[in-house]
């Protein structure tokens, strides 16, 4: 049975988000709010957490294309190679913010992201996500909740994510209704920006 965590964006209760934060520590799985929409993460540190995440999804972790969500971008050299000027421009200019971007991932990787030679970095602007990593001390790996609905492609209501993933999570963060258009994807890694998915970001200021 997962537990639902009401938190405010303005001031998230430090006593639930140490809640939230202790439960990712211990391989927890949690449903929590970002600027666009709900994403389902875990503790980069934990294999036995990117294990489950990655049988939920139904993927090989190695092969799986999962976010690194960061409070900033100073964890960017710890998982990505040196960026350019005008890179790391672009990125400063645009997070926090609705954008996903995909870089050349370092040696520094996780050992089960070791194969990997790109990584997506998310910045959210969201508060209670912030929060969550910056007390963690390290990036949460995220991948968006997704609707079985034709139409609706995104769960936004998090009481409705509690009932479809009770059993298969350990905490639902109710930050309230989230979105249901997911980040913009850009791809930087040929020191270019790729357009790879037009999502919640405007594209005209990249």
């Not at 990584?119 to 209670?128: A, K, L, M, S």
């Not at 492609?153 to 409705?160: I, K, R, V």
């Not at 970001?201 to 990249?206: F, K, Q």
Request: net charge negative.
């Amino acid at each position: 049975m997962a537990d639902l965590i009401k938190l405010y964006n303005e001031n998230p209760n430090p006593k639930e988000i140490q809640r939230i934060v202790d439960c990712l520590r211990n391989g927890g799985l949690v449903i929590y709010p970002t600027d666009t929409v709900y994403g389902l993460g875990c503790d980069i540190t934990n294999n036995k957490a990117l294990e489950r995440i990655a049988k939920i999804k139904g993927v090989k972790l190695a092969k799986a294309n999962f976010s690194f969500i960061c409070k900033d971008l100073s964890n960017l050299s710890d998982y990505v190679r040196q960026i350019d000027t005008s890179i790391f421009k672009l990125l400063k200019r645009t997070l926090p913010g609705p954008y996903t971007y995909i870089l050349q991932g370092s040696n520094n990787l996780p050992t089960v992201f070791k194969k990997k030679k790109t990584v997506g970095i998310r910045v959210p602007d969201n508060n209670i996500c912030k929060t969550i990593v910056e007390v963690l001390g390290n990036p949460i790996v995220s991948t968006s909740i997704h609707d079985d609905d034709e139409v609706i492609e995104y769960t936004t209501d998090p009481e409705l994510m509690l009932e479809k993933w009770d059993s298969l999570v350990d905490i639902v963060v109710d930050g309230g209704y989230g979105d249901n258009i997911a980040s913009t994807i850009i791809d930087l890694t040929s020191g270019e920006p790729v357009l790879i998915r037009e999502g919640k970001g405007a594209i005209d200021i990249i």
